[in-house]
């Protein structure tokens, strides 16, 4: 079945550092690439999303780029902050006309100061 | 709603006992889908709704698991004869539409516990 894989799992960097976790998908079709944070016992919330129209989106010390002839997909952040620290996933919609989201398997994300 | 509301936040329950964990959506959002999130892990995709139907329940594990909507708003989504390996956190998330690329935005959870 169509899939979306993440890495790494883990990742852990000193504040003010950058981050950097990437996603590949199987679905050629598909069309939209969101982001999601999860901090520990909440819900997940979008934090930034990117279509296939476009290769590389910012949003002040975020910023996500798109691959799609790779099928690959990255989120960038920049001078990291302790209260980036957090479970992220990235997800990828199942063919282009869908909202159905694959998840991939999260990065968990420390923050050191 | 300002939100996409789940009910209840917890349950614990016996094995072999129902449950059934509901969703109420954002006022306007005619899709509604559930994904299932275990210890750790990440997010399960369940079914999806598009109003009241449901075009796409491929993630539903067994025939113990079953979900309606009704009045193109809330839905319920049913586990019989609950097992341990149920035990996760049952997310519910809802989107304007269900076709082309739209933002999901997700509820708070219900934590099912299975003893």
Redesign the interface.
């Known amino acids: 079945g169509e899939n979306v894989e993440?890495h790494p799992s883990t990742l852990s960097v000193q504040e003010g550092d950058s981050a950097v976790i990437k996603c590949t998908y199987s679905d050629s079709a598909s069309?939209?690439f969101?982001w999601?944070k999860q901090e520990l016992g909440?819900?997940?919330?979008?934090i930034i999303?990117i279509?296939s129209n476009v290769g590389e989106k910012k949003d002040q010390r975020i910023a996500v780029t798109l691959n799609k002839t790779a099928k690959h997909f990255s989120l960038h952040i920049t001078e990291t902050q302790p209260e980036d620290s957090a479970v992220y996933?990235c997800?990828a919609?199942l063919g282009?006309?869908?909202?159905?989201?694959?998840?991939?398997?999260?990065t968990t994300l420390q923050v050191k100061p | 709603g300002a939100g996409v509301s789940q009910s209840p936040s917890n349950k614990v329950t016996e094995k072999g006992k129902d449950v059934e964990l509901r969703c109420d959506p954002i006022s306007g959002h005619t899709?509604l889908?559930w994904?299932r999130q275990s210890l750790g892990?990440?997010?399960?995709?369940l079914i999806?709704f598009q109003g009241n139907s449901a075009p796409?329940k491929s993630g539903l594990p067994s025939d113990r698991f079953s979900a309606e909507r009704t009045g193109g708003s809330v839905s319920t989504l049913t586990i019989q004869r609950t097992q341990q390996e149920d035990s996760a956190v049952y997310?519910c998330a809802s989107?304007f539409?269900?076709?082309?690329?739209?933002?999901?935005?997700?509820?708070?959870?219900s934590r099912l516990t299975v003893l």
């Open positions: 993440q069309n939209y969101p999601y909440k819900r997940p919330q979008l999303d279509r996933f997800a919609n282009s006309n869908t909202g159905k989201l694959i998840f991939g398997q999260g | 899709a889908y994904y892990q990440g997010l399960e995709f999806y796409d997310l989107s539409t269900s076709s082309g690329a739209n933002v999901l935005t997700f509820g708070a959870g």
